[in-house]
């Protein structure tokens, strides 16, 4: 568990760094004085999530599983976690809707959390 939480979280801030340059400079998004600055949006998004990110670090903490699939797990995390923050941002969602799509991350990491230590590998 000790090298996931670094790994994981310098994953996370790579991801959103690469998605905010990508929807910057090649979907042509964002606001037209600012378009070109990565710089700006980059700490707002990586801020913004932080709580899902959290939330996800808890869940592997108390995650019974171990090598590999805990790192699985995580990666399942961060998919998410990236997923929802693009759509955020190519669609430009508020308030109310970063913080349902919270809530429907925290459900979805429990319920990935579940499944996931229910199932017998072989």
């Known amino acids: 568990m000790a090298p996931l939480i670094p790994s994981f979280l310098a994953s996370y801030l790579a991801g959103v760094f690469g998605l905010i340059w990508f929807d910057l400079h090649v ?6 004085k600012l378009r070109t600055s990565v710089d700006i949006y980059f700490p707002i998004w990586s801020a913004f999530y932080s709580p899902a990110v959290i939330t996800a670090l808890i869940f592997l903490w108390r995650s019974r599983q171990q090598h590999w699939r805990l790192w699985r797990l995580a990666g399942l995390y961060l998919a998410l976690i990236f997923s929802a923050l693009e759509i955020s941002f190519i669609f430009d969602l508020g308030w109310i809707v970063l913080l349902l799509e919270f809530v429907m991350l925290s459900v979805l990491f429990r319920m990935i959390k579940q499944t996931s230590e229910k199932v017998r590998y072989v």
């Open 27 to 32: 979907l042509d998004l964002g606001d037209p």
